[in-house]
C-alpha cells in the first residue's frame, strides 16, 4: 500500500533564516497540473495543508474543490514559524515544533486544524510536523484532536546539528504512539540502495568514519551505486532510484509506503529541487512513472491514510487461539 502526499506549504528561501512573513502560494495556481497526474494515474494524493495554504483561498480552494469531489484527502502539516499563536522567537530551533513548550506545541495543532476544518468543512486526522519535528509531547496533542495517523518520522535523516531529531537509525515500518497507544506512525519512506545495501539498510556508515569521510568515500559509494540514500520522492530521485527502494524495501518484507513531494516544488525558482520549468516536467514525469510502476508492475495500491490504520489494525490484532 502507498499513501501518496503532498507537503501543502508556502514559498519560502530554504537557505535563508526562517520569516514569518513570508507565507505567499503563488504556486498554488500550478496544483491542478499535479492533482491532473495523480488523477491520471487513479490516485487520491493526502494534502497535508500548514497555517498559510489553509487560511488563503488562492490555496486552500484548489484542495477544496479535489477533496469536494472525491478526488484528495485532507491532512495538517505544521510549521510553527508561521503558526499562530505567535509568541515564540523565530530561530532555527524553534522550527522543530518539538522543541516548543508542550502547551504552545499543542496550541498551534489546534490551530491550524480549525483553520483547515473551516477552509474545507473536513476535521485533519492526519498530522505531519514541519521538519519533522515530531517530540515527546506531539503524540498526546495529536489524540486530544482526534487524529489518527502521523506521517513525522524520516528515516535516515539526521536533523541534529540544528536542533532537530535523528532519525539515522530509524526503519519505515509502522508503530504505535500517543498515550493510548493508537496512533499509527508512518515514517517517510527513505533507505539505501545499491550493490553493499540489503532491505533497504546500507553496510557502511562511511560518513560517520572520519577517515572515509575525508578521502569521500561516501561520495564514490554513491556515484558507483554501491549504495546511496533514497527517499521515495521525485524531488531529487528518478523513478529509476525509487524502483530500487522499493524493491529493496518489498524484498525486506515492507509493505507499506509513504511517496512525498513539497507543493512549492510545482513552481520552478521555490526549492532546489524545481529550478526551472524543465524541472518542473521531469518532476511530475517522475510522479507518472513511479505510480505506473507501483500499481502496475508491482501490483500495489494507493490508499487512504485511513486505510493505512485499518490494515494496521488488523495486523496488530491478536490471532484467535487454535482450536
Partial sequence: MLLAVVHSEEEFNWNAPFDRGATSVGHARALPRLQAVFEAAGVRPVYLMDHPFAA?????????????????????????????????????????????????????????????????????RTFLAGRYGFGPATGAALRTLGYTVDLSPSPTYDYSADGGPDFTDWGCHPSWDGPDGQLLRIPHTAGHAGFLCRGGRRFVAAERQGVLKALKVPAILARTKAQRRVRLSPEGFGPGDMIDLTRALVAAGHRLFV??????????????????AAEVDRLLDAIAAYLDYFQGLLGGRVVAPEAALAAARQASRPSPPAR
Fill in 56 to 124: 488563503q483561498p488562492e490555496s486552500a480552494g484548489h484542495v477544496a474543490e479535489a477533496v469536494g469531489r472525491g478526488a484528495a484527502w485532507v491532512g495538517a502539516h505544521l510549521h510553527p514559524w508561521v503558526s499562530p499563536p505567535h509568541v515564540e522567537q523565530v530561530t532555527t530551533a524553534n522550527s522543530y515544533a518539538s522543541n516548543l513548550p508542550a502547551e504552545l506545541e499543542a496550541a498551534k495543532i489546534a490551530a491550524l486544524t480549525e483553520t483547515i476544518e473551516q477552509a474545507l468543512g473536513v476535521r485533519p
Fill in 259 to 276: 511517496f512525498s513531494l513539497h507543493s512549492p516544488s510545482l513552481a520552478p525558482g521555490h526549492t532546489p529541487y524545481a529550478r526551472s
